[in-house]
Each structure stands twice: as C-alpha cells, then as structure tokens.
C-alpha cells in the first residue's frame, strides 16, 4: 500500500487504526508497526499516526482524559467516526466539549453514512462550531454508490468539505490512490480547490496549525469564487 501511495504522488500518510467495540486502539503498538514499516520504505513516503475514533461514551471520555493518545500526529485534530445506526442526541454537547478541551473534530466520511447523507443542515452546523467533514475520494468518482456520490459533491459544493483522503484499506478494492480523485476535484472546482483539500489542509492537519482556508463557499450562477473562511 506504501508503494502504490508513493508511485501516485503521496508524500504523507496517517495510519489511522480503529477505536471500536471491535477493535482496541493501542498506539504503542501501532507506532511499533509505523517503524518498521517506515524502515521498509525509506524516504519514499512519511507515515504519521492518528485514531478513525468512534463516537462511543468510553472512547469520548478516553480522548477527553487523553487527547494525544488518539489526535493525528499527536497535536489537535482527532478523526471521528460515527455509527451506521444511530447519531446520539449528545453529539453536539460531545463535539462542544471536545472543542473547550483544544480537540478538533474531523468528521469521517459523513457521505458515506446513511444518517448523515440527507442531514447536510446539521453537518454545516457542526462545522459552524469549528469541527471539520473529511471524504473519501472513492465517493467522489462514485465507488461508494450513487448516494455517497451525491452527497459528497452536494458537501463539497456547499464549502463543507476540509480534507479528502483516500481511507485505503488494501491494495485492490480500496487502495491509497488520490491522483484520480485530485483530477476530479479541479475539473469541477477548481485546481485551487482540489490543493486546499488534498495538500494544504492535510498538511495543517499533521503539524497542529489552523486551516489557512477551510474551502471555497457555495458556488452560485453568480460567482464562483469566493472563500468561505471557516478559520
């Protein structure tokens, strides 16, 4: 997978284990595994380590007691990921809380999310109050189905989108590939787009800075270039 991400371009990649009622997330041996696998790769690519942290009470209160366990390269922005099956009446107390206490909450794949697909009005207002909506690029080009498509261009057009990432889990039916989606976003946005949501946001993601742009605001007959400053 290391491989293939470095042939199409990607200079930086976050492991990002689970935190479920499936999966324990323990970092010591993930970081153990990101040596060695940095060790096989050499310069070609940079591995950084963070948590896809799913919205359950333990989790939240864990990453509450102990942010730097879960946060992308241990400095601000947390990965969260809700269930198929419910979204908790408390989420918008959790995310409050998580932001008092300096954690940015990045939102994953809400296109994909048959709750969140059709609730764009409370995704926007989430990301009012400083969280942050990350898509997979397959959705872009439709791999998820017709539905995950929708949403995600009815997000991205909408200014709502801050990162898009590839959420690889093997080398054939979900591989690190970015290229294809990257072509996407700057045939339909704009190049400029397509660089704050692949490169600069991400790159913002790993070192801890704020987002220099969040993404461009909804596009209208009328102009199609205005900001939309979400920091």
């Given at each position: 997978?290391?491989?293939?991400?470095?042939?199409?371009?990607?200079?930086?990649?976050?492991?990002?284990?689970?935190?479920?009622?499936?999966?324990?997330?323990?970092?010591?041996?993930?970081?153990?595994?990101?040596?060695?696998?940095?060790?096989?790769?050499?310069?070609?690519?940079?591995?950084?380590?963070?948590?896809?942290?799913?919205?359950?009470?333990?989790?939240?209160?864990?990453?509450?007691?102990?942010?730097?366990?879960?946060?992308?390269?241990?400095?601000?922005?947390?990965?969260?990921?809700?269930?198929?099956?419910?979204?908790?009446?408390?989420?918008?107390?959790?995310?409050?809380?998580?932001?008092?206490?300096?954690?940015?909450?990045?939102?994953?794949?809400?296109?994909?999310?048959?709750?969140?697909?059709?609730?764009?009005?409370?995704?926007?207002?989430?990301?009012?109050?400083?969280?942050?909506?990350?898509?997979?690029?397959?959705?872009?080009?439709?791999?998820?189905?017709?539905?995950?498509?929708?949403?995600?261009?009815?997000?991205?057009?909408?200014?709502?989108?801050?990162?898009?990432?590839?959420?690889?889990?093997?080398?054939?039916?979900?591989?690190?590939?970015?290229?294809?989606?990257?072509?996407?976003?700057?045939?339909?946005?704009?190049?400029?787009?397509?660089?704050?949501?692949f490169s600069l946001n991400p790159m913002a993601v790993l070192t801890g800075d704020p987002l220099v742009e969040g993404g461009l605001a909804p596009q209208t007959q009328h102009s199609r270039r205005?900001?939309?400053?979400?920091?």
């Open positions: 997978m290391l491989e293939l991400a470095a042939a199409d371009g990607t200079t930086d990649i976050v492991a990002t284990p689970h935190a479920n009622h499936e999966y324990a997330f323990d970092p010591g041996l993930a970081e153990s595994k990101i040596r060695e696998l940095a060790g096989a790769a050499g310069s070609r690519i940079r591995i950084h380590l963070g948590c896809d942290l799913h919205l359950s009470f333990d989790n939240i209160e864990s990453a509450l007691s102990d942010p730097r366990k879960y946060t992308i390269n241990q400095r601000k922005y947390l990965l969260v990921e809700f269930s198929d099956l419910l979204i908790p009446k408390t989420t918008d107390d959790v995310f409050a809380r998580m932001l008092a206490g300096g954690i940015v909450p990045i939102i994953t794949h809400p296109e994909r999310n048959g709750l969140l697909q059709t609730r764009l009005e409370r995704l926007a207002r989430w990301v009012q109050t400083g969280c942050l909506i990350q898509v997979t690029a397959a959705s872009l080009l439709g791999r998820f189905g017709r539905q995950a498509r929708a949403a995600s261009d009815a997000l991205v057009e909408r200014g709502l989108v801050h990162i898009v990432a590839s959420d690889a889990h093997d080398t054939t039916h979900r591989p690190p590939i970015l290229s294809e989606a990257f072509a996407y976003v700057s045939r339909k946005w704009g190049p400029r787009r397509a660089e704050h949501l205005p900001w939309y400053r979400f920091w």
